[in-house]
């Protein structure tokens, strides 16, 4: 099946549950829906499909089965269900993003959940048995009540907390601390390479559109980003061709509609960032 995505980044508003700490979502049915989005709030995740799509941040793989991920604030995610052919079952819990700074957190005894928070800032993604486990209590919460799902939300945490059945998956959340208090001028940013990512890069556009010289907006963007533009232009285009090899695009397709201009270029910046060449990569779909 393709889908006709949409690049569009949305800030997701969350409410926590009527009298609860958190928000419990239980399978949103979005697997038609390209939803690539980002909250301050920290996300556990638990869908079962067949085959799947795992984009988190700058991170992009596949799931088989089913996959658990822990995602910390402001990393923007794309729903795991995208483009699963059924509706599939999924759970997914959103805590505020200071929930584990509380006092109760800091007991000793909440030691390890409060490490595992920490690691999660940039996602985590679990498999094996702890997926499983984990993955059958998170299944369990909706018959419950606010106190015992949060109950059960400590134990999943801490079966998390103390598994070495994970990956870091390294994934940059959308920008520093720093920046999220500028979030108008980011999004701004953000919104320009949507919408012109298949264009030739001009540093003097963007700078120009956000009211910096060149020289100061390489400065900003690589101190709220870690990245220069060029390389997160790239980044994003690299993303995107993945999505367009998953759906059956030809390596010169996903090339010249991503906005690159040689196809020798592309395999380049594709192996860079990704570790293998594109035609690699499409065959293992």
Not at 64 to 71: H, N, T, V, Y
Not at 257 to 274: Q, R, V
Request: one cysteine or more.
């Amino acid at each position: 099946m393709v889908i006709l995505v949409s690049m569009k980044l949305s800030l997701e508003n969350i409410k926590p549950d009527q009298g609860s700490s958190f928000r419990l979502l239980l399978t949103p049915k979005l697997n038609e829906i390209f939803y690539w989005h980002f909250h301050p709030e920290i996300e556990l995740v638990y869908v079962e499909a067949d085959k799947g799509i795992r984009h988190i941040g700058d991170h992009i793989s596949y799931y088989e089965g089913s996959d658990l991920a822990l995602i910390g604030s402001f990393i923007p995610h794309l729903n795991f269900d995208y483009g699963v052919k059924e509706t599939v079952e999924t759970v997914v819990v959103q805590c505020r993003q200071d929930f584990y700074e509380d006092s109760f957190y800091k007991q000793p005894e909440m030691q390890l959940i409060y490490d595992l928070m920490h690691r999660a800032k940039n996602g985590i993604a679990f498999y094996g048995d702890t997926k499983i486990k984990a993955g059958q209590l998170l299944k369990k919460m909706a018959g419950l009540n606010s106190f015992e799902q949060l109950l059960l939300l400590i134990q999943i945490f801490q079966i998390l907390a103390t598994s070495k059945e994970y990956t870091l998956l390294e994934a940059r959340p959308i920008a520093s601390h720093a920046v999220i208090k500028e979030h108008e001028r980011m999004h701004e940013i953000y919104k320009y390479v949507e919408a012109h990512f298949q264009e030739p890069i001009q540093i003097s556009h963007i700078a120009s559109k956000v009211n910096l010289s060149d020289a100061a907006f390489c400065r900003y963007f690589k101190k709220s980003t870690k990245l220069t533009y060029t390389d997160f232009v790239n980044q994003y285009r690299i993303n995107h061709a993945k999505k367009l090899l998953m759906q059956n695009a030809n390596v010169t397709e996903a090339c010249y509609d991503t906005g690159f201009e040689s196809l020798s270029y592309f395999n380049k910046i594709f192996k860079k960032i990704t570790g293998e060449n594109p035609s690699t990569f499409r065959k293992r779909k």
